[in-house]
């Protein structure tokens, strides 16, 4: 079982910046794929950004060159620096762990709101 822990959101004018963080409760790294999504209220779950199986990251389109994920092995956690932020960016962000060594199993944060006012 895996516990994702996430912080960093709030309330920010639009062009302002926010960085989420998911911490997660073990080393999960090497065994899973850790990525963020957002909901929008009366939208479907959406991927933002992630990283895949070899490394590398992908980006939705509308957040390519304003955000950035990153991670630290050592800590455990996930970061998400938005950047440049739109009303449009208004979301329940959520941190996920895909364990495809393991357990094939998706874990999922609480999610932790961001709300970018005009």
């Known amino acids: 079982q895996v516990q994702l822990v996430e912080s960093g959101g709030g309330l920010v004018q639009a062009g302002g910046s926010l960085r989420l963080s998911c911490a997660a409760s073990?080393?999960?790294?090497?065994?899973?794929?850790m990525g963020w999504y957002r909901q929008a209220p009366g939208k479907q779950r959406e991927l933002v950004a992630a990283?895949?199986?070899?490394?590398?990251?992908n980006y939705a389109d509308s957040v390519k060159g304003r955000f950035t994920i990153s991670r630290d092995n050592d800590k455990n956690t996930v970061y998400l620096q938005m950047n440049s932020l739109k009303p449009e960016d208004t979301a329940v962000y959520y941190c996920?762990?895909?364990?495809?060594?393991?357990?094939?199993?998706?874990?999922w944060g609480q999610g932790t709101q961001v709300t970018v006012s005009s």
């Open positions: 990283f895949t199986r070899g490394g590398n990251t």
């Open positions: 996920n762990a895909y364990d495809f060594l393991w357990s094939d199993t998706n874990y």
């Open positions: 073990r080393s999960i790294f090497s065994s899973s794929v």
